[in-house]
Structures are given as structure tokens and as C-alpha cells.
């Protein structure tokens, strides 16, 4: 398989904050992507982390943890149009670029 | 720029008949690649292509075939449609070899396989 792990649904509140969690395991890492994907359509880029730390991009955060095979996806204030899949994704290191995605997190925002 | 297109939108097949998909991207990107979605599966990569001229298989590359005789065209196809071939397709391309470069996709081919 993939050796990528992440919840399968989640539900939050509108105005609130998620956190949507992703476990990996390779040896040939080269990076991790967030995807956003809503229904019927096609993924769209959110972040890129490649070193341990957080990337802040307005209301997206994403942070990696390499040694730990650890990432999360931090959403704040959240809007109903954030009702989404969140696709995790390793890039491998064969050159390239591809990309091994977990199932994705379905999250539904509630008023 | 039209970005990636695909076509087509919808498909449905009889098993044992053939078709092709085609992936057209307008950002003259280097590498293509063809992933297939099903429920509870993830993305998962069929084949790629790093340069005209040239493919690889991906995870799930049985049943499929490929081409890039065009550097703006990568072609799928199923030789002969099996039910478990019903799944929604996606292209996507990148613009060079840096890891950091996003993939971009296609809206999907949603394909049915009767």
C-alpha cells in the first residue's frame, strides 16, 4: 500500500478550528503535499512541507515532523465552503515527482 | 491557458471493448502523469511520463497503456474494459523535476465499465 494514514471523516463547526492529522512511512521521502479536493472535482494545491516546522498560509497551516512520519493540517475560522476531501500525499525521491496519497479526510463544516 | 483538460467527461463502457483518454495540458510542463480514484482507495498512480517520448509504469499500471508522442498530449488506454476499471481518472502534470513543484490536475473522466 501506500504507507499513509489519515482519519476518514471529520466534522467541525463553523467558525472553529480542525486539525486533520497524516502518519507516513517510507524511506524515500522528499516532501509532503496537502490537496484539497471537493466533491466531483479535481485536487487543488494547499501546502508543501519538506522540513520539520509549520508553513503558515493564511487560514492553512500545514506541519511536518520528518522523524516522527508525522503531518497536520490546520484549518482556522472555518468557512462552509471548507466542506472538503484533505488529501495527504508523499512525493517520493526517484526523481520523478510521484506522489503517494492517503484515502483523504472527508470534513464536513456545520453551521 | 486552459491548464490541463481531459477527455472525456464521461464514459461508459461494455466489458471487453477499448478506448483512450486524452490529457491535454497548455503549460508545457515536463512530466505527465494518470491516476485513478475509487472510494476508499486514495489516488493512486497507473503510469507517468517524464519527457516526450518517454512512459513508466506507476502502482496500478495492469490493463492500461500509455503514450506521449506529443509533449502537451499523454494518452490512456484500456485495451479491453473490465468492471473493476469503473473509477474516476485524473491527469496531472509538473513543470520540472523539483520536488517542490505542485502537480496540477485535470477534472477527472469518469469512467463506467459494464
New interface residues.
Given amino acids: 500500500g501506500?504507507n499513509i494514514d489519515q482519519p476518514t471523516e471529520m466534522t467541525a463547526t463553523e467558525g472553529a478550528i480542525v486539525q486533520i492529522n497524516c502518519t507516513y512511512q517510507t524511506s524515500g521521502f522528499?516532501?509532503l503535499?496537502w490537496y484539497q479536493q471537493h466533491a466531483g472535482?479535481?485536487?487543488?494545491?494547499l501546502s508543501?512541507n519538506?522540513l520539520d516546522g509549520l508553513e503558515e498560509k493564511g487560514r492553512f497551516s500545514s506541519f511536518l515532523s520528518r522523524s516522527k512520519g508525522y503531518s497536520y493540517l490546520l484549518l482556522k475560522e472555518l468557512q462552509m465552503k471548507d466542506s472538503a476531501s484533505y488529501?495527504c500525499?508523499w512525493?517520493d525521491q526517484t526523481?520523478?515527482?510521484?506522489?503517494?496519497?492517503?484515502?483523504?479526510t472527508r470534513l464536513t463544516v456545520i453551521p | 491557458n486552459a491548464g490541463v483538460t481531459q477527455t472525456p467527461k464521461f464514459r461508459v463502457l461494455k466489458t471487453g471493448q477499448s478506448m483512450t483518454l486524452l490529457c491535454a495540458q497548455d503549460m508545457n510542463h515536463e512530466y505527465m502523469y494518470w491516476y485513478r480514484q475509487d472510494p476508499g482507495m486514495g489516488l493512486r498512480l497507473i503510469h507517468y511520463s517524464v519527457g516526450e517520448g518517454t512512459t513508466a509504469k506507476g502502482e496500478v499500471p495492469d490493463g492500461y497503456n500509455v503514450s506521449r508522442l506529443k509533449k502537451q498530449n499523454f494518452l490512456l488506454g484500456l485495451e479491453s474494459a473490465a468492471p473493476s476499471q469503473t473509477s474516476v481518472y485524473f491527469c496531472a502534470s509538473i513543470r520540472t523535476s523539483a520536488s517542490t513543484d505542485t502537480q496540477y490536475f485535470g477534472p477527472g473522466t469518469r469512467l463506467t465499465v459494464l
Fill in positions: 501506500q522528499n516532501g503535499f472535482e479535481a485536487p487543488t494545491f508543501y519538506v488529501l500525499a512525493v526523481g520523478a515527482n510521484n506522489l503517494f496519497f492517503g484515502t483523504g
